[in-house]
Nanobody, 124 residues
Framework: QVQLVESGGGLVQTGGSLRLSCEAS????????MAWFRQAPGKEREFVAA????????YYADSVKGRFTISRDAAKNTVYLQMNSLKPEDTAVYFC?????????????????WGEGTQVTVSS
């Protein structure tokens, strides 16, 4: 059974940085694209960033482009999200998702595996 475990969330001031990690275990060979989504209270889960199977192609939501960077370390079965210049509107629970299909899509329903999430709070 594939498991994804996120870490790295916390409380940071506006303009600060955080790096989130998502470690996959248990049948990781089934995971192709991986992505980060976030969900704020009362809102739907929204796409943040995605990375292709081999890490050569990345995708970003317009709201985070230029501030966030997604990367993956295949040897460690881990995907990262480096978040810089954080804003209060980035406050949310951040979830890591993994897909069983090699095609990258930017909708939450495409992803088969999810972690429990990690809270990111940006104070103004």
């Amino acid at each position: 059974q594939v498991q994804l475990v996120e870490s790295g969330g916390g409380l940071v001031q506006t303009g600060g940085s955080l790096r989130l990690s998502c470690e996959a275990s248990g049948g990781t060979f089934n995971i192709y694209p991986m992505a980060w989504f976030r969900q704020a209270p009362g809102k739907e889960r929204e796409f943040v960033a995605a990375v292709s199977w081999r890490g050569g192609t990345t995708y970003y939501a317009d709201s985070v482009k230029g501030r966030f960077t997604i990367s993956r370390d295949a040897a460690k079965n881990t995907v990262y999200l480096q978040m810089n210049s954080l804003k209060p509107e980035d406050t949310a629970v951040y979830f890591c998702g993994g897909a069983r299909n090699t095609i990258v899509k930017l909708t939450a329903g495409w992803y088969d595996y999810w972690g429990e999430g990690t809270q990111v709070t940006v104070s103004s």
